[in-house]
């Protein structure tokens, strides 16, 4: 790559960038209104935490080298959706389809691409929602349409996530077989646990609507 070339690239891709610096702003309100809302009618939150992240320059212009994108703004905008990222993680697992139902729903929302790898785990173990969608960006002078990445999961799915992508990285992508197969392991438990935490919350949220039941007709006598 020409270096003064790559020099411009950079600069213009740092203005570039800002739509999607918008783009991230506007889901983390459509998120934070969600949560309060659903806060208010169901006494619980469901959204635990929401961390939200954009690509650096270098990191698109080394995804682009990488998947021989053509180096070009117009590629990059095309070709790599996960220039914005946000990741929502939830109590439990029924929450994260209906966060993610929530947020499909809503009308300048544009689903492009869904990864289920909750109902298909990948072969490491790997458990999340993704979504790929599309929101346009109201700029002085143009509307701007980006795409967002989004990463739906509950808490368990996400602690197992961060173990493995740090010792991922550390064994430089080449992990032991004697840690695959405890990662494998871990993913099973963490599989287990969420499907326990999800029975109890079913059984709590039970128990919470026969005590409601009651409550309302001890305020007819
Ligand atoms: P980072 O540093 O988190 O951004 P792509 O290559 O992105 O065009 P891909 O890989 O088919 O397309 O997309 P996919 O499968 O939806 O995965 C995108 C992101 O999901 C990854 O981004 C990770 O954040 C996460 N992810 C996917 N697979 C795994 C996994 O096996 N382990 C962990 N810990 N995270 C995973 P990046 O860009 O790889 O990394």
């Known amino acids: 790559v020409d270096i003064n070339h790559y020099k411009s690239l950079k600069e213009e891709l740092t203005r570039f960038m800002m739509c999607y610096k918008f783009g991230l702003s506007e889901i983390n309100t459509k998120i934070d209104i969600l949560k309060q809302e659903f806060q208010y009618i169901n006494e619980y939150n469901p959204i635990e935490h929401v961390r939200s992240r954009l690509k650096t320059p270098e990191s698109i212009l080394k995804k682009a080298i990488r998947k021989k994108i053509d180096l070009s703004l117009t590629s990059f905008k095309q070709e790599i959706k996960d220039i914005a990222g946000i990741r929502i993680t939830c ?73 493995e992508h740090k010792i991922f990285y550390k064994y430089n ?49």
């Open 173 to 221: 992508k080449d992990i032991p077989k004697r840690l695959t197969n405890e990662l494998k392991e871990a993913a099973a438990a963490v599989a287990e646990l969420d499907k326990k935490m999800e029975n109890i919350h079913i059984e709590v949220g039970a128990l919470k609507e026969q005590y409601n039941e009651k409550d309302d007709i001890s305020h007819l006598y």
């Open 91 to 163: 109590s439990f697992l029924s929450d994260i389809y209906i966060i993610s139902d929530m947020l499909n729903s809503q009308k300048d929302i544009k689903l492009i691409e869904t990864k289920d790898y909750i109902k298909n785990p990948k072969e490491n173990g790997y458990k999340s929602l993704h979504h790929i969608i599309e929101i346009p960006v109201f700029m002085s002078d143009r509307i701007e349409h980006v795409y967002v990445e989004l990463q739906i999961r509950t808490i368990a799915m996400d602690f197992w996530a961060s173990l």
